[in-house]
Nanobody, 116 residues
Framework: QAPLVESGGDLVQPGGSLKLSCASS????????INWIRQAPGKERELVAA????????NYADSVKGRFTISRDNAKNTAYLRMSSLKPEDTAVYYC?????????WGQGTHVTVSS
């Protein structure tokens, strides 16, 4: 099984909301920092949100600040990205990334399309 599996991507109208999930397995999730990274067609990857090993430390890209919320549940080995007030420019493949001690795990990505 892949170490990270994202889910929750969908087609949503502008102004709508989605919650992405990132389920982990095979490593000690609670000791890894989690990043949500997106890549839009024809653009470079963008780090949109990050969370430390506990929920006390979070960071956001300016483009999503106030609209996206990253969280994690270490008991469930799962991270989340709550997205609201979605805009067409949020359309991208969203990837979950876990990093610690020189190791990095990636998921396969989940597609988010914001369109009317």
């Amino acid at each position: 099984q892949a170490p990270l599996v994202e889910s929750g991507g969908d087609l949503v109208q502008p102004g709508g909301s989605l919650k992405l999930s990132c389920a982990s397995s095979g490593f000690t999730f609670s000791t890894y920092r989690i990043n949500w990274i997106r890549q839009a067609p024809g653009k470079e990857r963008e780090l949109v949100a990050a969370i430390g090993t506990t929920s006390g430390s979070t960071n956001y890209a300016d483009s999503v600040k106030g609209r996206f919320t990253i969280s994690r549940d270490n008991a469930k080995n799962t991270a989340y990205l709550r997205m609201s007030s979605l805009k067409p420019e949020d359309t991208a493949v969203y990837y979950c990334n876990a990093k610690a001690n020189g190791q990095s795990f990636w998921g396969q990505g989940t597609h988010v399309t914001v369109s009317s």
